[in-house]
């Protein structure tokens, strides 16, 4: 655990990691100022399932990620990322500059054999109580048709390790079901999802197009988006859904027998709006990576954090790094079918990304 | 009205004509297959306000927008555009194909002088009971940064003209607040807006980039974004409200007591459901023409019909094109500035739509 990188950094982090560890979740190694943690976890017993590791500087929201990586070479957040590489931990847990996270992952880590550039994976519930798992949540903010559609098959492999669906059914965001619409970029990565889809061993089954009224309907398992589009996405439905809430509240005011029907159902109301907030659904992880890593929003109280552990700890169990490498490793070739953007560079062993090249590539956001 | 452009016209657009006639909201022009418009209208007295213009034939979802205005010459969408622009009516309202509506408009009535290309307004409720307008839902899918900073221009007019708003508050949606984020394209647009809000009499106050989450949140009365977003912004939000609605609907059936509760807030819930209901906002207006133009759903029933047609009437009465054309002239020459995209055309005049090379730049949505 990134002991520093939330806003409010140690509290939040230290009181998660505090839950977490006695919930029995993980063990939980706090990386950051020693002297902040040591006063932050107080005097009271501690669980043997937590430990700290001293790094004495940190990466800010300001700081530029890729300058960050070469400067600050004891910041929690590379620490813990090199606590990560050598085995020493299973997963990185952050709730800090998303893009640092994205570039230190980047450098340290490197990406799993074939993978273009590691996606940001959100999971949203939907009201027939299945999932919908969405990727790229806003790690890619430009990006190529053969990147669009890697996410995709994260998506899908997420979906099918840890929502458990055997063949995910995954669409590709657009503005209108035919394949005609949409923009060059999502058209490209459309023809290349099909050629996958055909694939005998296919992680998935691929619906086409999908519009953002869909989304939520219970049909639809997976679903793949650019960084911008998806941080949109992400973002909205939590704006729409607060929206939503606010509206009812207000409409149970308004008279005697909404007030009376708006106590009764209250717990009703309480437990969806648990359901729906984003305390309760834990952090984003970031796939694509040799190394597991997921980002916490950086407002996280420690509910959140102790969440976002929590759901490390299930991917790591639930091996989603190996299946991860297996389904890219059988799909890989698919992608460098007719209408790939990436035959403009060449092999893909040629580009294999360095530190510098990567602070390059990388527009992080989210 | 094209009485024939919705998925089972004439049906909901003759019965919405005569809602909309009846209330008097307008006076309507049904345009299209007389016979069957006739045959649809049946043997009841009918309002002074509702006429029937013929037309022979019919743009469908499935025709080229440009070969079909080419081809199809006495179509009740083009009869319908012609009209309006010889005077005889101050709008047209079409469920038809986005697509077509759009190049119909711009081949037949051509764009607002200085309007680089026109684009789609919704307007959403917000909790507390403003409302905020985007554009553009879905008319231009691939666009330049003056095209983008346009469209804040034409939901910040149209915020002041329909929403009352003195100066309406804009921004830019991106993936976050800092300037550095978004795209390429968003970056130019927001130097753009920068600039324009500069201006001394500015059509709008500038807030720079919104996030997706803040759009709800009442503080804001425009957003500007590409059709390619906005259509997934637009459907997004309906998918979303629906869900959040059904997710309400089965916690309300979960206990004896919640379903008490739902039984006596009923009354209030449903009123909300109405209030964010598309059938009860009616059409999206189609801006930046010389003449006013709305496109309803597709799916629409007579309600939304009349709600598009009493859209187009508050339009032409509050002066929106006046209003809008007032507005490009001002901040036109601002779109010329350093880091404009459009000097790389030459000078707009010399770039006017022409009917063919319109049809080849039209990437149509929604």
């Given at each position: 655990m990134d002991a520093m990188g939330g806003d409010n950094a140690p509290g939040p982090e230290v009181a998660g990691a505090r839950l977490a560890?006695?919930?029995?979740?993980?063990?939980?190694?706090?990386?950051?100022?020693?002297?902040?943690?040591?006063?932050?976890?107080?005097?009271?017993?501690?669980?043997?399932?937590?430990?700290?590791?001293?790094?004495?500087?940190?990466?800010?929201?300001?700081?530029?990620?890729?300058?960050?990586?070469?400067?600050?070479?004891?910041?929690?957040?590379?620490?813990?990322?090199?606590?990560?590489k050598a085995g020493k931990v299973d997963a990185v847990v952050s709730a800090g500059n998303s893009g640092a996270v994205l570039s230190h992952g980047l450098f340290v880590l490197g990406r799993?054999?074939?993978?273009?550039?590691?996606?940001?994976?959100?999971?949203?519930p939907t009201p027939n109580g299945a999932t919908l798992t969405l990727c790229d949540m806003g790690a890619n903010v430009e990006v190529k048709a053969t990147m669009l559609a890697q996410f995709g098959l994260f998506a899908a492999c997420f979906a099918q390790v840890v929502g458990g669906k055997a063949r995910p059914r995954l669409g590709l965001l657009s503005n209108g079901a035919e394949s005609h619409k949409g923009t060059e970029l999502t058209r490209a990565a459309d023809?290349?999802?099909?050629?996958?889809?055909?694939?005998?061993?296919?992680?998935?089954?691929?619906?086409?197009?999908?519009?953002?009224?869909?989304?939520?309907?219970?049909?639809?398992?997976?679903?793949?988006?650019?960084?911008?589009?998806?941080?949109?996405?992400?973002?909205?439905?939590?704006?729409?859904?607060?929206?939503v809430m606010r509206?009812?509240?207000?409409?149970?005011?308004?008279?005697?027998?909404?007030k009376l029907g708006g106590l009764l159902a209250k717990p009703a109301l309480?437990?969806?709006?648990?359901?729906?907030?984003?305390?309760?659904?834990?952090?984003?992880?970031?796939?694509?990576?040799?190394?597991?890593?997921v980002i916490c929003h950086g407002r996280s109280d420690p509910l959140a954090i102790k969440n976002g552990i929590a759901a490390a700890a299930r991917l790591s169990e639930a091996g989603l790094l190996p299946r991860?490498?297996?389904?890219?490793?059988?799909?890989?070739?698919?992608?460098?079918?007719?209408?790939?953007?990436?035959?403009?560079?060449?092999?893909?062993?040629?580009?294999d990304q360095s530190p510098s090249d990567g602070a390059h590539h990388s527009k992080e956001s989210a």
């Open positions: 560890a006695e919930a029995g979740v993980a063990e939980v190694v706090l990386v950051g100022d020693q002297e902040r943690i040591e006063r932050a976890l107080g005097s009271a017993r501690r669980s043997p399932r937590l430990s700290v590791r001293h790094a004495s500087e940190v990466v800010t929201m300001e700081d530029n990620p890729g300058q960050a990586y070469r400067k600050k070479r004891d910041s929690s957040l590379r620490v813990a990322f090199e606590l990560c799993l054999p074939g993978v273009e550039r590691p996606g940001i994976v959100a999971v949203f023809a290349l999802l099909c050629s996958a889809a055909e694939h005998p061993d296919a992680a998935f089954e691929y619906l086409g197009y999908v519009e953002g009224s869909e989304l939520f309907r219970g049909h639809i398992d997976a679903v793949c988006t650019d960084g911008f589009t998806g941080n949109i996405v992400l973002k909205l439905s939590e704006g729409v859904s607060e929206a509206m009812i509240k207000r409409r149970l005011e308004s008279s005697p027998r909404a309480l437990s969806l709006k648990r359901e729906i907030d984003y305390a309760e659904i834990g952090g984003a992880p970031l796939v694509g990576l040799r190394g597991l890593a991860l490498g297996d389904a890219v490793a059988r799909h890989g070739r698919l992608w460098e079918g007719p209408g790939s953007s990436s035959k403009e560079e060449g092999p893909r062993a040629e580009r």
